[in-house]
């Protein structure tokens, strides 16, 4: 064993693109064990390590970590970016909860139903621009400092930047009336591990790397109660 930490999920965002984005802005060097049918997936459930017969799964220091947040809180504060008390904690919490929800309907935004993909795509633009973005341009401009909270780097910056670049995937100009937000992106850009995560054949997964269709075949979805349940 190498002792890196091992993602298992498919070749795509989805649920784990954020758990990639924090290991690999901390720098942590992880391994991907991406599921490529719906054998695998049932293989990984056999082995009994899915807690909850879902993915994502993370091994980590011989955990078997599922449910998102508790896998991003688990590195986070394993790799010393959950700020330096309870107070820091509460609003890294509010920050990245408020991105999260942004990035869910970003997520869900390719399961809309066929003909309301204006629609979704400009309430997913409205959202940001007036709702989620304003935060984090009056946090930056209102304390003058480098990152959201305190004076270092911490989960609720890398999820941000995460959720820049998804933005701007809709709408590239999207930052023009946030100028603190841009001169973040700028800086967080030039940060050595993020600059190597960026480059091409890194982990990192495009928008829809693997497709829809397969996606769905791996988890067995039943195309009505999927839209159902996502809508
Ligand atoms: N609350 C869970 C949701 C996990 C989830 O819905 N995972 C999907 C893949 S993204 C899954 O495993 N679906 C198969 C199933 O629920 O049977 C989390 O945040 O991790």
Known sequence: MSGKPILHYFNGRGRMESV?????????????KLLKSAEDFDNLIKSG????????????????????????KYIAAKYNLYGKDLKE?????????????????IMHYPLCYPGEEEKNLNFILERATERFFPVYEKALKSHGKNYLVGNQMSWADIQLFEAILMVEELKSDILSAFPKLQEFKARMSKLPSIQ???KPGSQRKEMDPMGLEEVKKIFKVDEDLFLKHMS
């Open 20 to 32: 990639r984005w924090l290991l690999a802005a901390a720098g942590v060097e992880f391994e991907e």
């Open 196 to 198: 190597k995560f960026l």
């Open 49 to 72: 390590n899915l807690m909850y017969q879902q993915v994502p799964m993370v091994e980590i220091d011989g955990l078997n970590l599922v449910q998102t947040r508790a896998i991003l």
């Open 89 to 105: 904690k509460a609003l890294i919490d509010m920050y990245v909860e408020g991105m999260r929800d942004l990035n869910e309907m």
